[in-house]
């Protein structure tokens, strides 16, 4: 909190800033998780109960921090992971056919798609433990989409305690 209290104090400096700080009935903020997404996401990501002035004052108080929110229905995984974890699935799903190695699928996201990471490395980056978490809850609420169906591969890596990075060894091997 203290470096999100500073960041907004230095931006209230703008003429910009203090017409959105005015506004703003925020005076304190808990960010709950401090693992890859509570550390750098803050999300606004509006429910049926909100109210049109506490979605757009926490619009406000983002914009001044720095962010850029976007709005989302509360629906699975919102924008980014309801994208990212079926790509990764899907990549899971390539080599588990034997259509491409994991390294070439790695390689021709990078490449390819311009990505820092590719499928296979973002999985152990993030934790297989947790990709399968949020694919077995997604499954369980739409059982019929394919997009969420489990990965025998991922269900093998996982119950062998090859939970990526954070265990030596997922879909690579760490030191």
């Not at 629906?75 to 491409?100: C, H, K, Q, S, W």
């Not at 947790?130 to 489990?150: Q, R, V």
Request: proline residues 6%.
């Amino acid at each position: 909190m203290a470096f999100a209290t500073r960041r907004f104090v230095r931006a209230a400096s703008s003429a910009a800033a203090t017409a959105a700080a005015k506004k703003l009935i925020v005076k304190h903020v808990t960010v709950i998780g401090g693992g890859l997404m509570g550390a750098g996401i803050a999300q606004v990501i509006k429910t049926p109960m909100t109210s049109q002035k506490t979605f757009e004052s926490l619009v406000d108080f983002s914009k001044a921090v720095g962010k850029s929110p976007v709005s989302c229905k509360d629906t699975p995984g919102f924008i980014v992971n309801r994208l990212l974890v079926p790509y990764m699935m899907e990549a899971v799903r390539l080599f588990e056919r034997g259509d491409a190695s994991k390294e070439d699928i790695d390689v021709a996201m990078k490449l390819g798609a311009g990505y820092p990471m590719g499928p296979f490395e973002l999985l152990d980056y993030v934790g297989l433990d947790t990709s399968k978490y949020i694919i077995d809850g997604w499954h369980s609420l739409e059982p019929n989409n394919p997009l969420f169906a489990p990965s025998p591969l991922l269900n093998k890596l996982v119950e062998e305690k090859k939970l990526g990075k954070k265990t030596g060894e997922g879909f690579y091997k760490y030191k």
